[in-house]
């Protein structure tokens, strides 16, 4: 996410990790979901079934379930419930905790590491709505919401919760940041809407067929974390353009061409810089869709971002390239390689907007991006000397608002990235941020992988605000 708002609404919310026992690698989670969508409502019903390997090392007799349309802080208007759970054939009784946002499924009989278990969920949702007047002033971002030509959903369905060492992960949503959190995996996705609408979408678009009054589209999509969905009604047309067979489509509002070519122009140049600096990209298309945001510039999902209408009325401002830069880093860092987003935020924070910065650099004026680090350090400084006991390496919930969350987690972080650039240099710090990429790619990743692809690149200790503690052994 690209982080703008001045909002001093904060929670200081303790994580919650349910303990339990270590993880190990386990092969992919895969979601079959079947949607059914009224367009005009807002609203959705949908069953999927999630079949999913025990990771840990000891039979386990649950599962969990992330809700995140019933926290009512992101999601604000928006809600998720559960008409029918089954493990396999069997039904069983489930339960909510944190908020509504945690749905627990026990498991008939335990399950031993590394077998695998389906489990079926049938559920109803709907967005929150903004079909006419301004919004009511709640921190809602617009990502699970109903416009009078759009219907945003993310993290809409049942979510695997992530198993990590620690235990299952399941945080509170505060009210700053992102709450979304998942394991790559991959998706088979029926959605039945009716025809006026065009989905735009995570993964790729397989087929579409009529059925009388309603469409029924199939996407698949893989090593995803999140399968996003946004239906469009206003009869706007993508400009696209491909790098090395990915492809790279903006779906802007009718009328605002010129920012969608300035859009394309930008995500293209930042894609290729990125698979040059980084790796290739394991997906086939990026989908930059304009929705009208609030509190956020942008939102970063599997193959799918979200641009604010607020900052693409202004595509040469140099703030519009930091944005689109910034989300298409997060494909590389959110996407293909995951992080906790409360425990850790400023790990793919902090790498989207040095990238972004990078970008600047290469791509558009050095100038620019030498004035951009200035701000960052200022920024930093100044929230640091407000808050001097919250580093930039802090959880989620230690922020007491987005600004300070911006200042530290974002601009602090890549001002420390680039203190780490200028010491070990150009070439172990991108052949660092490569390794990093290659070998977390598809899992979730820590700081200490970080810092162990810096130490191996440069062949030295890598400390400071980034790596607080003793030197990797
Ligand atoms: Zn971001």
Known sequence: M????????????????????????????????????????????????????????????????????????????????ILDARVGDTPVDTALYVDDTVLWVPLPQPLSPAQTASVTLAFRGRASLRLDAPPPVTHEYGILTKTPYALVLTSFYPLLAPYLAEGWALDPVGGIGDALFSEASSYEVTLRVDRRPTPIASGFLVDAAQDGDAVVYRFLADHARDFSLVLVSDGRVPHGTSVDGLSVRVWFGPGHTTAANRALEQARAAVALDRDLIGPLPYDEIDIVEVPLQHIGGVELTGLILLSETYTVTPYDPFFDILVSHEVAHEWFYAAVGNDPVEAPWLDEGLATYLSNVFLAEIVSPTAAAAERDRWARSAALASSAHPEIPVTAPLYDFPDSTTYSALAYSGAAYELEGIRRLIGDEAFFAALSSYYRTSLFSIATPLDLRQSLEAACGCAIDGALFPGPEVP
């Not at 999913?52 to 999601?75: D, G, H, K, M």
């Open 2 to 81: 690209a982080r703008l708002a001045s909002s001093s609404l904060g929670l200081a919310l303790l994580a919650l990790l349910v303990a339990s026992a270590s993880a190990s690698a386990a092969a992919e989670a895969h979601y079959v979901l079947s949607l059914d969508v009224d367009y005009d409502a807002g609203t959705y019903e949908g069953t999927l079934t999630v079949t999913w390997e025990n990771p840990a090392s000891e039979p386990i007799q649950e599962v969990f379930f992330r809700l995140y349309p019933n926290a009512a802080t992101l999601y604000a208007g928006a809600s998720v419930e």
